[in-house]
């Protein structure tokens, strides 16, 4: 049982306890590890000291200081285990408090390297040397892996001469004999994208050390971040993660520079990898791969359980009112929503329902914000949207105007007009045929008989079929002429282009009843051959104005004559002729010449 106990501080690490220790009875390190822990050797005295529960039982009751209060206040142990697992805390709770234990301390599940030295901050051993009889102690946070800044004094923290090392021969040294008097002071700069980062983490980890009560629930936890990884697109709502958009989003967010100050230890190379498959994986996550994730999300540690207790799958209500008929039309008065159904990638199909009885679907949650006014699907007009119809209907107003009214097409009116059975007799756009295949009682109740055969007028709507085709199969060779005597580059004369220029309409006009004008457009079409002929002598008059030499592939680039018809018996001739016109010299030509002197026969049926 020790006899006295160094009044410790809020804050201060174990091992800057046992220091002080040390120092007020002059002892030497071995003399204190035999004191304080009953053996001359102990495991990582900076970070979290096996034997821990001996020197708990060694402080006198008087003190008030048990295992719970050492481990909670005096190690960095509650800020890893607010996100362990009930497993993961029982097996710690038991190596802790076996003696003989030397495991007790690769419990603390991090990918991160130990900093090499103890850290402190250089205002916060100023005001403690005024303030405190013993000087500047050893802070816990300062000694969390990726705490590299003060939150309190937005400093940087400074490295000491004391090495943390997880050897059992460490020294117990003060911080207040170690630290100069007057050490170098960083302030962070607001304007830094990786100062402000660093000032983040470090003000999580001290809420979180702060509070060693607290506990998250990993799985939850997971499902929270893939919930709001997928709200910003950056995973699928089924709970796979779009690699690639979330390490651009990665980027983007941690800039190089604080990527760098984390690449001393392996999680900043984790991450600086890329290896975004063992981010959301509960049991490997440690507290940085938390805070990565929190601060990806837009979460913070204050706000957690209140977040955790809200439904995750959809954007922040309330929800707009789409019902034009309704005095809240445009408002956002529903409060909640109805789950329709889930589709295959996850995403939630919500049914929202206004107090005026208009309900819709669509998918939520919205990500881009486009579809939060457009309904996918409206299950429910309500009873003011059916009032309202029925007053437009019976005003006798046009159909159009009811549409932009009520913002709706006219086959939703025809169905509306049906179900509501509204009186129909005097709309000329609803006697059709749609009427009849939806609602043949209310249309043989109320329209008039059909006038068939020969009850009504019988020249109205019948066409003289004979006299349409004579006249357009007339205008059939007028218009083939002017279009080959049109200026500029030539165009081929092809049976689409003759029947819109004579107005010839298949739809209109079935081409079985016009059998003169069909045998006229046979006639009257331009060949691809005699086509490219007449472009080739349109080019050589073209191309003649030009005083500069032409070869065979000049003239093929300009004319642009198919590569299969160019060595053609049928084109021999005229290329050759072209390419004496245009001046053009060399043995090519002479090859065109020669053909067209074989091939002579064949002359008369391109002319």
């Known amino acids: 049982m020790l006899g006295h106990w160094p009044e410790d501080n809020s804050d201060e690490l174990i091992y ?6 040390k120092m ?3 002892l030497s390190d071995f003399a204190t590890r035999r004191i304080l822990f009953g053996t001359r050797s102990t495991n990582d005295p900076a970070g979290l000291p096996t034997r821990l529960s001996y020197l708990a039982s060694c402080i006198p009751s008087g003190f008030g200081i048990s295992l719970a209060d050492l481990v909670d206040k005096h190690t960095t142990v509650p800020l890893h285990r607010a996100f362990w697992d009930a497993e993961e805390q029982s097996q710690f709770t038991r190596a802790l408090e076996d003696i003989n234990s030397r495991f007790v301390g690769l419990q603390i599940k991090s990918l991160s390297d130990r900093p090499t030295y103890l850290r402190f901050c250089p205002e916060c051993v100023r005001e403690e040397r005024e303030q405190l009889l013993d000087g500047a102690y050893w802070h816990t946070l300062h000694q ?3 705490v590299l800044v003060c939150p309190k004094h937005r400093v940087y923290l400074n490295d000491s001469t004391v090495r943390r090392g997880a050897d059992t021969t460490t020294a117990f040294v003060c911080a207040d004999q170690v630290i100069e008097m007057q050490p170098r002071v960083k302030p962070l700069k607001e304007g830094s994208k990786c100062d402000m980062h660093l000032l983040w983490f470090a003000e999580q980890s001290a809420w979180l050390l702060s509070r060693p009560s607290i506990r998250f629930d ?11 990884l997928a709200v910003a697109g950056l995973a699928r709502f089924g709970g796979n993660l779009r690699a690639q958009e979330l390490s651009k989003r990665f980027r983007r967010t941690f800039p190089n520079a604080f990527l760098e100050r984390l690449g001393r230890t392996s999680e900043g190379r984790c991450f600086q990898k890329r290896r975004i498959s063992h981010l959301l994986k509960p049991k490997t996550m440690s507290a940085i791969n938390h805070l990565m994730m929190m601060r990806l999300c837009g979460l913070s540690a204050d706000m957690l359980q209140i977040d955790l207790q809200q439904p995750q799958e959809i954007e922040p209500g309330p929800w ?3 019902n034009p008929a309704c005095g809240l039309f445009g408002t956002t008065t529903i409060e909640t929503y109805d789950r329709h159904k889930i589709r295959r990638d996850g995403r939630i199909v919500g049914r929202f329902t206004c107090a005026c009885g208009f309900s819709y679907l669509r998918c939520i949650p919205d990500i881009s914000g486009a579809y939060r006014t457009k309904p996918w699907r409206i299950e429910n007009y309500g009873r003011e949207w059916d009032q309202w119809l029925s007053a437009l209907w019976m005003e006798d107003v046009p159909i159009e105007q009811i549409e932009q009214k009520l913002a709706v097409s006219e086959s939703v009116v025809k169905h509306a007009v049906v179900r509501l059975n509204l009186p129909i007799s005097c709309r000329k756009r609803i006697r059709t045929k749609w009427l009849e295949e939806h ?9 008039p008989p059909k006038i068939t055969g020969k009850q009504g007028n019988t020249n109205a709507g019948t066409v003289d079929w004979g006299t349409r085709d004579s006249r357009l199969s007339a205008l059939v060779p007028a218009v083939r002429e002017s279009l080959l005597k049109r200026s500029g580059p030539p165009s081929r004369v092809s049976k689409q282009r003759l029947m819109e220029e004579i107005g010839f309409e298949h739809a209109v006009a079935p081409s079985s009843r016009l059998p003169k004008t069909m045998k006229s457009l046979e006639d009257a079409t331009e ?3 005699k086509f490219y002929l007449r472009k080739l002598r349109w080019t050589t008059e073209t191309l003649g104005k030009r005083d500069q030499r032409w070869t065979p592939t000049k003239l093929f680039k300009v004319s642009r004559i198919p590569h299969e018809l160019r060595k053609t018996p049928m084109f021999a001739g005229p290329i050759a002729d072209a390419l004496i016109q ?8 002479g090859d065109y010449l020669r053909l067209s002197q074989t091939t002579a026969d064949l002359a008369p049926r391109v002319n």
Do not use: D, M
């Open 320 to 322: 707009p009112c789409l």
């Open 24 to 26: 007020r009875f002059n």
């Open 439 to 447: 609602s043949p009682e209310i249309c043989s109740q109320l329209l």
């Open 144 to 146: 969390v892996e990726w």
């Open 527 to 529: 060949s691809l051959t």
């Open 218 to 228: 990993p799985q939850a936890l997971v499902r929270l971040y893939k919930a709001k």
């Open 582 to 589: 245009l001046n053009a010299q060399g043995r090519s030509v």
């Open 16 to 21: 800057s306890i046992c220091a002080r220790y």
